[in-house]
């Protein structure tokens, strides 16, 4: 749980920025990408990030409630490109709306009462949890998969280390 808006806002600039690293690295050929026959594809989780940014906040009243565009863009720089302005749209919001004071309030979420203060873990570890499955998918379709928490892979490589085991 978040106390200071400020902490949010510090882990969200690296969470976003890591996400945004991630998302450059997807193609437009990679957006069907998928584990198995009836699971999301690569485009449809890369969607779900932008649209789940404007989703949990407009639930929690950061942002104002608005149907979410189902339609996963085709183009994989669109999707990063509306990642961005989401995710710009939604901290200088919250910077404007809330307060530290604030987060430690009782707010309906998904048929719960949630502190305000959850809400903002909820939005980052929702992300990371959708983000490590799209790397997954990146890695079935041949993508190059950044590190985000450390090396990846071929960032061991290029620094002539094996990855640890």
Known sequence: MYYKISDFENDWAYESQATTKVLNNITDESLNQKVY????????????LVTSLETMP??????PQKAPNTNVPKNAKT????YEKVSKILIDTLVEKWTDDSLKDDIPMFGQTWKKGNVLSSIILHQTHHR???????????LKVPGVYGPAKEEWASMNMNSPQ
């Open 37 to 48: 026959e009836d699971g999301r594809t690569l485009g449809v989780l890369a969607w779900h």
């Open 58 to 63: 407009a639930h929690a009243g950061i942002l």
């Open 79 to 82: 999707i990063v490109a509306e």
């Open 132 to 142: 490590g499955q799209i790397t997954v998918l990146m890695r079935q379709a041949g």
